[in-house]
């Protein structure tokens, strides 16, 4: 038995059955798929199914739209929805659902020894985790606004 909350897109996210096949032998681990699949029709059967524990739709593949469909199938499997690394569009998504306990972060920080914007300079003021924790803004839209200054090959 292990300690992880759960391991991530082991198999390729279209190969339904080999999930069905580790979720069964290993009852005990949480499994998650979702990153690459881009539409609730790809969520579908795995939800059905409940060929894994946590679904990762990633919001900028998804869309939020899409992204509410496929939280409101898994709301109907009581299945847990943690968005793939989408930074403040996760966010945002992640503290209207009760079926998302908490969000994924990535660090792209180049060394590793601080935390960074998962977009880089294309906000202004994208926020970053403190502490683990995010503090959200009542801006319009995903409450963040975008960075004119920024050229493309400084993205």
């Not at 994924?104 to 985790?129: C, R």
């Not at 995010?134 to 801006?139: A, F, G, V």
């Amino acid at each position: 038995m292990t300690n992880l909350f759960w391991i991530e897109e082991v198999l390729p996210p279209h190969d339904l059955e080999s999930h069905k096949h580790i979720k069964k032998a290993t009852p005990w681990q949480k499994w998650s798929t979702g990153e690459h699949i881009n539409s609730r029709y790809g969520f579908r059967k795995l939800i059905e199914d409940r060929s894994v524990d946590i679904l990762q739709p990633d919001l900028t593949l998804v869309g939020l739209t899409e992204t509410l469909r496929i939280a409101a199938m898994a709301s109907a499997y009581d299945m847990i929805v943690i968005p793939h690394c989408s930074g403040v569009y996760a966010y945002n998504f992640g503290i209207t659902y009760t079926i998302t306990p908490f969000n994924e972060f990535i660090n792209l920080s180049p060394k590793g020894d601080k935390i960074v914007p998962i977009f880089g300079k294309i906000f202004k003021d994208e926020p970053i985790p403190n502490n683990g924790e995010i503090e959200l803004t009542d801006k319009p839209g995903f409450g963040v606004e975008f960075n004119n200054e920024v050229e493309l090959e400084e993205i």
